[in-house]
């Protein structure tokens, strides 16, 4: 075990990853598997970085429990990388695509794909500031539609989704960057999924694609071969040089996933993590105020203001004395955040249970 002293990790993203996944990595860090070097300096065409390749594949298939219909693709570009190359491969002329607004990143989404071709609004809760996902029998859509797009946990404002539209065969897209296997999931209502690692996941620079085998045949074909889904389906994701110490640590959180006693552990210590805080929010009598509506509410990111900013300033530099790191909200809305993805350990949120309860008792 390490002695080094952690800080209370509630970075939004880039975030806390398991330490014993970061020790793991240390320790083979200069000599993997008696090769007498790094995994970042061997060959992506190695023996031994091809059994990292596929074994985190194969966890990945296994754990989030993916059909045998689907590809599982490791990336580059990021989460917003995917906001181009989904309209990119497969909104048609004269087609339309839908997309449902609850938050920034799914704004941003949304404006790529206009870059592209015909988009609409299947629903929007803007009007009330995204405090909630909408309710499903209020989303439009064509069964003509190339596609949905949604975003199943909305990092910034701190709300996601119970259960999702069926959209028959209109596939369902889903921007999964900030929830991504924190609780299990049917797979099959998707036709596409995708998530930037670096928040449930591992480190950045590797972006997670599950798609329905179908749509990658289906895909337009006139478009650079670095952004067609079937280049990398085609070559198992290795047709460049993929981040190979993102993939392998990726593989090393999904050991680590499996360890817990998979998604359905996960999502038991993420309910009871997000619990200890949303508690203090509701018993603080509107001293912490919960942006999200309770029904809307994310497990993930916890988003909450104070009074004023000058109280909300005077609670982030207590924080931050106290060893707590990431709790400001994004720098586009203010307020307080606490990122508690799979990763953050549940004593990181009783203590920061505790530091709200004793600063309410201190400032109020
Ligand atoms: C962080 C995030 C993104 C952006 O991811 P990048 O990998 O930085 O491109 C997109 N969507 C959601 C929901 C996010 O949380």
């Known amino acids: 075990m390490s002695t080094t002293k952690r800080a209370y990790n509630f970075n939004a993203g880039p975030s806390a990853l398991p330490l014993e996944v970061l020790e793991k990595a240390q320790k083979e860090l200069i000599n993997y598997n ?11 065409r190695s023996k031994d970085y091809d059994e990292v390749h596929n074994e985190a594949i194969r966890r990945l298939k296994k754990i989030f429990s993916i059909p045998e219909n689907y590809e599982v693709l490791f990336l580059q570009g990021g989460a917003s990388l995917q906001f181009t190359m989904v309209p990119m491969n497969f909104l048609k002329e004269n087609q339309t695509a839908s997309y449902i607004l609850t938050g920034s990143w799914s704004e941003k989404a949304f404006k790529e ?9 299947a629903a929007s809760t803007k009007d009330n500031e995204y405090r909630n996902i909408p309710n499903i029998e209020d989303i439009q859509f064509n069964a003509s539609d190339a596609y949905v797009h949604l ?3 909305n990092t910034i404002y701190g709300t996601q989704w119970r259960e999702f539209p069926n959209t028959g065969d209109v ?3 889903a921007d999964m960057s900030s929830d991504i296997m924190c609780r299990p999931i049917d797979v099959s209502q998707f036709g596409i999924i995708y998530a930037g690692a670096q928040k449930n996941l591992g480190p950045s620079g590797v972006t997670v694609v599950i798609i329905r085998k179908d749509l990658i045949e289906k895909a337009n074909t006139e478009i ?6 079937k280049t990398h389906a085609d070559k198992n994701s290795l047709y ?7 993939i392998y640590m990726l593989g090393e959180v999904l050991r680590w996933v499996e360890d817990q006693g998979g998604l359905e552990a996960i999502e038991k210590r993420n309910e009871e993590k997000a619990k200890l805080i949303y ?10 105020k919960g942006h999200a509506e309770p029904n809307s509410r994310s497990l993930m990111n916890i988003t909450f203001r104070l009074a004023d900013e000058e109280l909300e300033k005077q609670f982030l530099a207590e924080a931050k004395e106290a060893g707590f790191v990431g709790l400001n ?3 586009s809305v203010g307020g307080c955040r606490a990122s508690t993805y799979n990763a953050v350990p549940v004593e990181a949120c009783q203590a920061l249970r505790e530091f709200m309860i004793n600063f309410q008792k201190k400032h109020q």
């Open 34 to 44: 008696h090769t007498g070097m790094s995994i970042m300096e061997m060959s992506h």
């Open 113 to 121: 794909a206009k870059l592209f071709g015909n988009v609409v609004e």
């Open 151 to 153: 975003t199943s946990n």
């Open 171 to 173: 596939p369902l897209v």
């Open 224 to 229: 650079p071969t670095m952004l067609k889904y």
């Open 240 to 246: 460049n040089t993929p981040p190979t110490f993102g």
């Open 279 to 288: 508690e203090v929010i509701d018993e603080s009598n509107g001293f912490y």
């Open 329 to 331: 909200g994004h720098r």
